[in-house]
């Protein structure tokens, strides 16, 4: 039994202090996950939080031997999806840029170049679903069928849907750098 | 090649996000400690859109907080959609019981479960509860003819979807008998306590009465359910911390329109299905009422959006 199995059953069997360490172990992927679903580090914040605190009162839901890290991310994922279907749109929030000036929060900020930003545009104009099967296939590296699990879905569905998220994205950024190749020879 | 060059791309791109490091592992662990109750927030859910054969509940003053009425073209009200008052009532999640959902994945369908947990059991309720697993028809027409209710089935249907399959829940054994129930909850708790184990499961007989329909509809990988059973009494109470309700209008008919947390969007309508009595034991004796009887359907989708159940519940209704 791994350290994380273990840690469940002390949390099952009332410790709240043992969830410090599975919540100090998996929040900065799920905070990933939720900033790139959400579009802002302070909806992600909120977000991770909740899940977590959802997480805890579902644990007696955890099936020993499963992945757990797949448990976690059905869960972020229903709440991402639930609270963009309350906030009605997706908006793309521009990232705090070069200054404290520009941030709505000095607490906060977000570094990236503009691959980053390009990236989380294309993002932005995927469906919830392929968003999400692209970042766990990435960054998370997780199999097709850790995937279909968490969304439930068959493996060969989500297979598409990456391959299809991946060459969207791809031709998304590619014509984002096509159209400032053209700025830059923009005739005054 | 060109596949690996296309995710190593994306990866570079979400590496070049550089976010903030956070650490919520306070604020989450101060949150639970001070909510109290481990896994408080519970509710009573279909499972495979079984109906509970829920036998004689103890009568006890519930006080909801939320309340959503719809009406009959008379004015009429015939739903009184509430929340449970946790106070009176602590409902079970039998979804959030693992025991229980190894227990029902092995169980045979047409027979039902009787399930006893001692840790949600209430101290000297005499109630129990049993879940028919449903047997699966994928003849329409068998359906209809198996379930002797007069049902309507929507007469449009999203595109590409088509019927799959129904699901029929049958009524357990003696489930409106209360010394049945009495003496099963004895044996329950006796066999619990000798066995050291929190939950108890048995394997128990189910009539040729259906207590619930459930009729099945995909395209591909995507799918919507009618959920059709007779509900008796105007008050229906669930968990409703986990959604948001809007009552609405079609084609003259109020409708609720629920959305939960979990992605499911739900529509439940109802029509008049004549009048049935029920009997309650309360304080020691016997007690009949003789109630109206509804055709509850309720239209789930995880897939569907709002507007496409609306669609769906006016093929219904017309």
Redesign the interface.
Known sequence: MDSVEKAIEEIKRGSAEEYRHIVQKYQKSVFKYCYHMLGTVEEAEDAVQEVFIKAFRKIDCYKEGTSFSSWLYKIAYNHCVDYLRKRKFFRFVPFCENTADDCDNPVYSVETDELGQMLQRALSMLPHEDRTVLMLRVLEEKSYEEIADILGKRAATVRKKYERARKKVKQNIDKMKGVIVNEKFAVN | MKNLQ??D??????E??????????D???D???SSGV????RKIRLVYTVLAAVLLITATAYTAARIWVIRDSNNNIILRYRGFDEENYEPFDI????EFQKQYENLEPGKALVYYNASVQKPNSESLTMYPKPVVYTDLDLVREKSCIDFKVPSALPVGYTFSEGRLSFEPVGAKDHEIFKELLKKLEEEAEKTGKNSVALEWETTSKVTGISLVYRNN?REFRVDISVWLGEDLYTDLSDS?VEVITVDDREILYI?E???DRKIILREMYGKDTVKRFEKGKYTEEVVNAYLQYSVVS?DLSKEDLILVAQGIIR
């Open positions: 296309l995710t791309e994306i990866k570079l791109a979400f070049s996000v550089k976010l903030p490091e956070i650490d919520v592992s604020a989450v662990i949150s639970i400690r481990r896994c408080s927030k979804c959030e019981d693992s990988d948001s959305e947390n979990d992605g995880k």
